[in-house]
């Protein structure tokens, strides 16, 4: 079972990762800052930001129980980002500073970077309220801000104040985790009475759950902190885990941890899948948070490459309720769903090249899909819409390279399918044909997830 508290590197966007940083020396805090600097400021002003009594107050800022982390290119393992995270001595508030190289960076970057650290703030850290302290000169990293909360006045801690010395002028944000990451959903929401809720679910809910766990079932109960507390074997086999223990206290929260992804998806995890995996799994963690905020079901067919291989499942989120009408967990529901014409060969395991084993025989990467897709059923305009290819080059490639590779009659589809078949083919889906995806159709939470965007 992977442990959720160890250290990790976060996925942020396509070659820029987070880690944590141990201490970060005053050779780093130099390197960083002149960079940041040389963005913002030019001539003397840059040096004067750079004296060492700046570089000093940022070592004493990070060495006095502050979380830090550094955003980073893994190209050039430079870093981006610097963020420091002060939680208070009752663990519920954190103040946050963040400073951002931007002209690196497209917008879509630096709202990956603000969303995953709120999220981290409030759900793995268990923060129910943040201050993000961010230098004025980021013009992006605040005008995201103030797309989801407003400034703030509030009184900074001392240390907190060293981000607001004159030389850098910031903007300060107050957010709540009741109103993230949509602002009009339960304003004055306030969050559960842990030792009842826990009370609930112990007594009630897993008494009601725990019949079903030996069960052909795919479901699992997921707490008020986005946690499977309880699964069956069926939901644990599904992903590629040998029972239900395995899957507890796993969470879509962590969808930008780099080991939590290896761990569900194995070796389907790499360099070419990693954006959509993590992409996805954000936007399933974004659907857990929409029926806990909104109160209503949710559905959506899951085709991501679980350890197992390569599945689709028609997955529904439902509210469960205590007795005063409060959301407190949510019960999981999927079964098995075939959304394309070849979707019958999805729960197969996805390999990167077609097993082949006729002797002599080796198909090219394009012939590959053409024959796995004709055995789906699908017509040679089907696919040829699919491959983003013309007809005539489908037919081409039927009637010039598979049927002389299989030494059958010029131009017969049915031939190739009822041979292909008959000697065991395919083996899976050509990797090249799939995409992880998650797809939803109940239009008020597309709305929902297409408008917040992060």
């Given at each position: 079972m992977l442990d959720f508290t160890n250290n990790t590197e976060w996925y942020i966007a396509k070659n820029i990762n987070a880690r944590k940083h141990e201490f970060m020396g005053k050779l780093f805090i130099k390197e960083f800052l002149t960079g940041f600097y040389k963005c913002y400021y030019s001539g003397t002003t840059a040096n004067l930001l750079l004296a060492n009594n700046v570089i000093g107050r940022f070592l004493e800022f990070t060495r006095d129980n502050i979380l830090s982390i550094e955003v980073y290119n893994i190209n050039t393992n430079r870093p981006i980002s610097l963020i420091h995270i002060k939680i208070d001595d009752h663990l519920t508030v954190a103040e946050i500073s963040l400073i951002i190289i931007e002209q690196s960076l497209n917008e879509s970057i630096i709202i990956d970077i603000i969303s995953w650290l709120i999220d981290y703030s409030f759900y793995e850290l268990y923060c129910e309220e943040i201050v993000v302290i961010i230098p004025e000169v980021c013009i992006q990293a605040n005008k995201f801000m103030q797309e989801i909360t407003t400034r703030q006045t509030t009184e900074l801690s001392e240390k907190a104040k060293l981000i607001s010395d004159p030389l850098l002028r910031c903007e300060y944000y107050r957010l709540t985790e009741t109103c993230w990451p949509d602002a009009e959903v339960q304003k004055d929401a306030a969050r559960p009475d842990y030792q009842r809720t826990n009370a609930y679910i112990k007594d009630t809910i897993l008494p009601y759950f725990n019949p079903s766990i030996k069960t052909r079932l795919y479901s699992t109960i997921i707490d008020y902190n986005y946690k499977v507390v309880a699964a069956t074997d069926a939901s644990a086999t599904s992903i590629g885990l040998q029972n239900s223990e395995q899957v507890l206290g796993a969470s879509y929260k962590y969808y930008s941890r780099i080991d939590t992804a290896i761990w569900y998806f194995g070796k389907w995890y790499n360099s070419k899948t990693a954006h959509l995996i993590h992409r996805?799994?954000?936007?399933?963690?974004?659907?857990?948070?929409?029926?806990?905020?909104?109160?209503?079901?949710?559905?959506?067919?899951?085709?991501?490459?679980?350890?197992?291989?390569?599945?689709?499942?028609?997955?529904?989120?439902?509210?469960?309720?205590?007795?005063?009408?409060?959301?407190?967990?949510?019960?999981?529901?999927?079964?098995?769903?075939?959304?394309?014409?070849?979707?019958?060969?999805?729960?197969?395991?996805?390999?990167?090249?077609?097993?082949?084993?006729?002797?002599?025989?080796?198909?090219?990467?394009?012939?590959?899909?053409?024959?796995?897709?004709?055995?789906?059923?699908?017509?040679q305009e089907q696919i040829a819409i699919l491959l983003n290819i013309k007809r005539p080059t489908v037919a081409s490639i039927i009637r010039n390279q598979l049927c002389p590779k299989f030494n059958l009659p010029v131009g017969n589809s049915k031939l190739i399918v009822d041979y292909a078949r008959a000697i065991g083919l395919p083996r899976a889906i050509p990797q090249s044909l799939w995409l992880p995806s998650v797809i939803i159709h109940d239009a008020n939470l597309a709305s929902w997830i297409n408008d917040i965007r992060y």
């Open positions: 996805y799994a954000k936007m399933i963690f974004r659907i857990q948070q929409y029926v806990f905020k909104f109160a209503i079901p949710a559905s959506f067919i899951d085709c991501l490459p679980y350890d197992k291989g390569m599945n689709s499942y028609l997955v529904t989120f439902s509210p469960i309720f205590d007795n005063e009408c409060k959301v407190i967990a949510l019960q999981t529901i999927a079964v098995d769903y075939r959304y394309h014409g070849y979707s019958g060969y999805l729960g197969q395991e996805v390999v990167p090249q077609f097993v082949n084993e006729v002797p002599g025989v080796k198909l090219s990467t394009r012939e590959e899909e053409v024959l796995y897709l004709l055995i789906s059923g699908m017509t």
